[in-house]
């Protein structure tokens, strides 16, 4: 490791991270606790507002360049702000740079074609509609990416679409999907073997089987996991992204910035659960003089996740300035690394914060409940931490072969 | 530590445990996901008739003595049948012993009046009604149970009982609850100002507020926990447990079989994971001729999950042989450590398992997504981890005082 | 899990196990930390005065049957008294059951010859002569038994034996040597090649090339590891013991036994630093009224190694008696389970002591160093964790395949 | 947490980085085992050629003005080297930056007196002498510094010191110790009853009582820590380093870069530690086509490691960023942060190192064995994780009181 370059932040960085701050404790955390306790749809118009006011304060988008109507930030940049809006559950939701819309974005505006741009990109960008990314099968392992069941078959102008998806993130109420889907079984390289291509959800064909009960809560449209069927769901070929075979280069350059996002999220929910864990231990009294924090069992939970969270920070700002400078590929290994660092951490974060609320962390009158329950997956979800763990091994042993 | 004289088990014990066994696998299993998915009440006609069935082949009350219309099983033999009935959610429920039902017919058997006992206590044996034991309040720290705001002030010859508890299990549709309340506030000593009293739940100035939801669910009736009530409620003197002041004395009396009943029941889920997680492993293709049981990781954690579980067994064992022995208050460490090292292979096991599902595993298509989220709660209720783990150390450590 | 038989304890354990614990106390614990800080060889005229002593008051060999000279002690029991034993590191030295020699006078004792038992088993029973066990090399890795590039090639009468060994402990100052080598390198399974041959420490060609330094210390005699060459050492037929490629069938049924002596030993390990941490805890003041004990940390380490050593007694004695009961080839699940198991716990139960005691804990003036340093090995001596715990997932996965 | 201003790195300081590097390499890899294995002395000719080559090569003193003869790196700077010379263990004394005397060096540039510089820091800054520094006390707790016995009494032009130290690192060979003593017992405030003073060791009163096995070694010079007496020892009271009762000042003065100079040296350990392991791991075969690295246990810690030496040297980076920036008192908490984060990051690398290595990390054939029983201080010297946890915790809940 030698000394790294560095990337300069654009003046005026400080204060709109403040700016960012100021708008989502003032009107998101009032109400973010309920929104999650949902049902989520109730709480859609009082949502659409705070998007239009994120909107007229310019901080819509923070994700994307000027030209498509966003801040223009680099990804370090957006590093710093994704943090401050992972504080709250609905943060990237209400400035439009949640999952699966932002990877959908960054997707189409380098791959889409004019047409799709106009009809799907950029009435995303305008945050008119949400979309959603169906990859997962449930009969196949995802963490071999080959294993893939669903078909898109050119027959004239169309394909025809046979498959099964699952944990397609807020299917319920998009407006379309990217599927992936094998074009060419019969490409040498099984990773040439699969496309990218845009169903609108009213295709007939597409089925909404069920929205996935996760962790006791099937929840509902943003808030939801699709089950779905494509039974011979038929679209025109130019719904291709790219072109065919390209599948699996495309999910790279997805997940790859996707990971990053996860994390600079999550640091915005550890951020979140320790300001709980602190509050709760320095107000919660075991006597009348005897504040919880006195416990050492507690400051130790509160110093381990201090030094886990600066951790967490410093890796993930460090990866976003070298993917900014170097580019995702080179930089893989730091991507791996922070993903499943990052999500253990928030495992523990999150934990030691139930525990210091004793019973009333079990109960949905914090938002730790939630988070228990949604980031469970945080472990799972872009990759295990085991296929990242062993993905990483494998590249550093690479240079111990001769 | 000297070699510990051993107890003798019935004749026939194993043969017992195999019919238990059955009936779980054969009975429950088969419907236990689909009823904790809920609605609970939906499913009550069916499982009536699962208890009724259990009476039949005398296997309702394995924990009430003959006399009782129990089986008469020292607490050492019920440890082994608790296991069995553990592996499904609704195990206890079925066979009459679960919690609170049974730390209320112990204390009522105890303790309990003769008109007690023709109330409250033989409905609940004959499995007629349920009941609930309202301890924990919102403002104040379990951890310290000196700390109670509910008193029940006797005017003439009612007890008139004001104050809030939550942490209620089972509070929706249970026929009495016993509550804890201050009586003596002027007892020199304050583990001696408290009583517990039996309070029937249409009493008026008796109110549920709210089934809590804990971890995303409210749940119903015997799944459930409540936030209660007393506002100017009255009830006869005569349903006070004992003699005032007796509380604390009561709740040791209850709260140590209870733990050692959490922790049999604990083993039980935890093989039921276990059974999963190999399942999974063996069957789990990541290639053709590779199932997911060839990665190291997963055979790391069923090893050790496999010593963790022998461990928790034995150690239960053990603890209800010498509570057989020497009675409870002797084996106050073990009951102790148990709590917390049951409590935490079971988070370990539940986790791991999870893990090995990957997707599925946040779904509640298994299992473990109900257990995950029921059983955070394992190293909290009945005092947190960190309140035995003092006790224990803090008895330890007399001995070294000199 | 069904409830298991019990096996009966000889009447009279208890008071041996306190004769043997008064023995340990009385006799060992004031010199041991001398002992083990060396010279180890100044001190084997007083360590001979034990041995005899030992002897004189009938606890010599507590292992054997009372026919060779021992107590007759059945496998569960001596467990209770190796624990006590293993409190003092040199306990097992003084009783004459420390490993190598024990597991050495259990092969010759049930596959040696005639001439074998009496030139080299009695003089071993007798605590005359010491001996060790030549199986690891320094070029293969241990955790694969088929890797062994010692040969023994009958020429007339005789074996010559070439090849390279290494922690073969204790083989300065032993009579003679028991070593694995390839005689049969022919045969089909390769589980079939290996033999086990008897070589006196003064045969020509047989060197002690040095005292392994381990853990900065080279040791010598007893507390010594040897790495050592046969160069055509040359030794009668007569020498082999048992048939040839009986070899790592002999090797299993030595190393069997020979993990749950270490297990049991280990737990007297922990009890001695358990009792160190609680009395430094006790006993350390932070200031005038308050001592290190009053610390949270240290009081969930002292409740953790409490759990954990109480949990590994119970699996330890557990697996003895299956041992009795059903021979060890039946309960390999179980000894796999307690040598990880057991190792870990013990690595961590030591390494808290250490943590108490603060600097003190770094130096030589307690026993924690030396059992930090010679202990490491724990968790890979007799087959590393990793091994165990895959050997364990296999044998359990097995019965998840159809 | 805002964007953080950045510190300018000199130009050229990369390959500055890679002359340090390449002069470890190449000098000191190939002897720094023998050199640790000892005995130290006899190496000291060896050692002081290398010290000369270093100073040829205008690489000596890293870390000290260009004025003082040295390089002129801020803390960032020094940073990069420190970690490159903590990969050998002989590395900072070659350079003349080793504790105790880099915070010797310290302490007298910025507090001593003109006739201090010239005796005591000239000669050390020249790598003429060596000195030690005596603050723990074998009878009080370190972890509350107001715990001290040793006294200094002016009598006449003379202190009069008496009192018992230990862990006096590298007394053995020193020309003088500055010690902590109480000159003030009567000062209001604890924390000023205590003051620095200069004891050149040939002064009649001082004795070296031994130097203290630690953990199985004393070690001798450099390698070695002391446990001293002063018997009426009797100094010009112009050894006193600044005012009296000012010793609690200049300590914090002293640990605070101390600990960071302990952390950055702690991640050049891991990575030689890494390094080991990887190569271990990909040359190690356990069967002809099967190298120990394609165990997935084994790819776990090799990625673990990674991620957390990563971690490790960012904090520790970003700690010394931010001393430069505001100073070490500003800083306390990030201060704490990495010395306990790093300590148990160091203790885990070590010890998975050693468990790749399966017997021979048990040797002392590598590095691994020496750091294992060198640095299990890590996490006791310089204040136990312990306190370093509760002081950081207890500063972050200073924000939630109110």
């Not at 901080?59 to 370090?76: D, T, V």
């Not at 967490?312 to 080179?330: E, F, P, Y």
């Not at 210091?356 to 872009?382: C, K, M, N, P, Q």
């Amino acid at each position: 490791m030698h000394a790294s370059p560095n990337i300069s932040l654009r003046k005026g960085l400080p204060e709109l991270i403040q700016t960012y701050r100021d708008f989502v404790e003032s009107q998101l955390f009032p109400i973010d606790l309920q929104v999650v306790n949902g049902p989520f749809r109730s709480f859609l118009p009082q949502l659409n507002e705070l998007r239009k006011k994120a909107k007229l304060n310019n901080l819509f988008n923070p994700h994307l360049s000027e030209k498509e109507g966003g801040l223009g930030l680099n990804l370090l940049e957006f590093a710093y702000i994704s943090e401050v809006l992972g504080q709250s559950p609905i943060g990237h939701y209400i400035f439009n740079c949640h999952a699966p819309d932002i990877g959908n974005m960054e997707l189409l505006s380098h791959f889409g074609s004019d047409s799709q741009k106009v009809n799907f990109l950029h009435p995303l960008q305008k945050g008119e509609i949400r979309s959603c990314f169906a990859m997962t099968e449930p009969e196949n392992a995802g963490s071999n990416p080959v294993n893939l069941s669903t078909s898109a078959i050119l027959e004239g102008n169309d394909y025809v679409i046979n498959g099964r998806k699952w944990f397609t993130t807020g299917a319920d109420g998009a407006r379309f999907t990217i599927v992936m889907a094998v074009t060419n079984p019969e490409a040498t390289s099984p990773y040439e073997r699969a496309s990218m291509i845009i169903v609108p959800l009213d295709t007939p064909g597409f089925k909404l089987l069920r929205n996935i009960p996760v962790m006791g809560e099937s929840g509902e449209d943003y808030l939801s996991h699709g089950e779905i069927l494509f039974e011979n769901c038929q679209v025109p070929k130019e719904n291709l992204i790219g072109t065919e075979g390209m599948g699996f280069k495309l999910a790279q350059e997805r997940l790859g910035p996707g990971r990053i996002h996860h994390c600079m999220r999550w640091i915005g929910i550890c951020e979140r659960a320790f300001d709980l864990m602190c509050r709760r231990a320095a107000h919660r009294m075991l006597s009348p003089q005897k504040p919880l924090s006195e416990k050492q069992s507690i400051q130790n939970w509160i110093a381990e996740s201090r030094a886990e969270i600066n951790a967490s920070r410093l890796m993930v700002l460090d990866t976003a300035k070298n993917v900014q400078i170097h580019g995702a590929k080179a930089v893989k290994e730091e991507i791996s690394t922070i993903k499943f660092f990052v999500a253990n951490v928030l495992t523990k974060v999150i934990d030691r914060a139930i525990q210091v609320h004793g019973a009333l962390g079990l109960t949905d009158d914090t938002l730790l409940s939630f988070w228990y329950r949604h980031e469970r997956g945080a472990r799972i979800y872009d990759g295990p931490d085991e296929v990242h763990k062993a993905a990483l091994s494998r590249s550093i042993l690479k240079k111990y072969q001769s």
